[in-house]
């Protein structure tokens, strides 16, 4: 079935009607903590499973990253159109970052500006994999989208990720004028451990003094690398993220256990979480990192942070990247958009 997509069919398989895709899944439904899962997401976990996808933690970190390009290529066919994309190179705190820049249309007025962090448990991903996801967010949300391609582990453990995401995030807010872009209305996503490292750049560049993100966009993000939530045990293996692969990304990003606890790993567990930017949050129903998410949509809450947590019950993790095929992952990517869109002061 990868084979068919691959050569252009995914479209097709996916646009049947849903009588038929029922039956391609077996005719059965998938329940669990009291949600159903998505036809569309059912479809493409079977597609999956026909073509003998193996998980992540089964493979070196360099099959693992040609195995996510390949999988991303499937559906770049059908990516939104853009103005503009420009290449851009960061300096960093070890060298050049690569980057990204996505530009909606080129009517003049100042946007706002979202730096994007790709997810891949900050081991695989890259410009590449996420670009259907940033001229996404780009279209939806009518803001430019500065997509970074930070350090991966285990090559760059942890730290190194953050150190480039909150470099590139500083020079994203110091040139935005330069770019064409509003430098008071410059914000955060990711996904992920993109979300992860949003995240941790807002509660950062909050603290340090320096310009701070206007607003951020939580993508299914890990929050806690410390403890697994329950959702861990609900959607251990079947729903495309394992907690197995989990295992496999925390072992190669973090250089000890002991570091699963520091706040710029896990950003559930800093001290405060007040004063920090306006953020939406958005989790998949059939999630290992669904819990974690959410605890921190809690925990923003609680410390008087505008928030808007929105779960899509019937949702896998990877979403972001499948809006062209899955109608409800274009749904509540665009929700995520809108609601970002009107925290920058934009319009779509």
Known sequence: ??????????????????????LLVGGRRVHRDGQELDLDAQLMLAGLG???????????????????????????????????VEPHAIPGPAGTIAARLYVPADDAGHRPL???YHGGGWVVGDLETHDGACRFLARRANV?????????????????????ALAAFRWAAREAGRLGFD??????AGDSAGG??????????AADGGPAPAAQLLIYPVTDLSTKAPSYQLFSEGFFLTEAEMDWYRAHYLPDAERAR????????????ANLAPAVVLTAGFDVLRDEGEAYARRLEGAGVPVRLHRSAGLIHGFANVTPLVPAAAHAMDDGARRLA???????
Do not use: C, W
């Not at 099959?63 to 066919?77: D, G, M």
């Not at 970074?148 to 760059?156: M, N, S, T």
């Not at 430098?183 to 955060?188: E, L, P, S, Y």
């Not at 992860?196 to 560049?205: D, E, K, T």
């Open 1 to 22: 079935m990868i084979e068919r997509l691959a050569a252009g069919a995914a479209g097709l398989v996916f646009a049947l009607p849903a009588p038929v895709k029922r």
């Open 50 to 84: 026909l073509a003998g996808h193996r998980g992540l933690d089964t493979m070196t970190p360099d099959e693992a990253r040609a195995e996510i390009r390949r999988s991303a290529a499937l559906v770049a066919s059908t990516a939104d159109p853009v103005a503009r």
């Open 114 to 116: 979202v730096v994007y």
């Open 144 to 164: 430019g989208v500065l997509a970074v391609d930070y350090r991966l582990a285990p090559e760059h453990k942890f730290p190194a990720a953050v150190e480039d």
């Open 183 to 188: 430098d008071a209305r410059v914000g955060v």
């Open 196 to 205: 992860n490292l949003a995240a941790v750049v807002s509660q950062l560049a």
């Open 262 to 273: 520091d706040p710029r790993a896990s950003p559930l567990l800093a001290r405060s979480h």
């Open 342 to 348: 009107g925290l920058l002061g934009g319009s779509r």
